[in-house]
């Protein structure tokens, strides 16, 4: 099963539309402006929100929340790593490897594969594929997406204002 992360260029606030592999919009995400540390929030196509995150900000590892209603189900949170981008899903109990580049990643569960993301080349906006093996991770797989898209971004703008 995949779904299709698509943000949208060119806007105050970030926004991403998600869409399934026949093409059915599923999900889109709008971002708050005007916050100390990134927070989105999750809908599906009715307009109910149904995934809240938020970056938590003055810690020394980056680290952002994902919230299924009120329920805290998971804290992503980059680990120091040399080579190629790690991350530790607390309360899930993944991790998720990426590349060189950042530009693909792998989540496992126990070593087992959970879900894969490729980042497209060359798009205005981020744009990203996700295939999660199996339906009840759908949820989890595209939130840890979305906080693995929040710290980057983050390191990035701290990284352009060196």
Do not use: C
Request: aromatic share 16%; net charge negative; proline share 2%.
């Amino acid at each position: 099963m995949k779904l299709y992360i698509k943000q949208k260029a060119f806007s105050f606030s970030d926004k991403f539309y998600i869409m399934d592999e026949d093409g059915t919009d599923r999900y889109y995400v709008e971002g708050e402006i005007f916050t100390i540390g990134k927070k989105l929030h999750v809908y599906d196509m009715n307009g109910s929100e149904v995934m809240f995150l938020s970056q938590r900000p003055f810690t020394f590892l980056p680290k952002v929340d994902i919230y299924l209603g009120e329920e805290l189900i998971a804290t992503v949170v980059r680990e120091i790593s040399f080579f190629t981008p790690r991350f530790v899903i607390e309360l899930l109990g993944w991790e998720v490897v990426g590349e060189f580049m950042e530009h693909n990643y792998e989540m496992t569960y126990n070593m087992a594969p959970v879900a894969t993301v490729e980042k497209e080349w060359f798009t205005w906006g981020d744009s990203y594929s996700l295939e999660f093996y199996d339906h009840k991770d759908e949820l989890n797989s595209l939130g840890i997406l979305l906080a693995i898209d929040i710290i980057n971004a983050s390191q990035a703008a701290a990284n352009a204002a060196n």
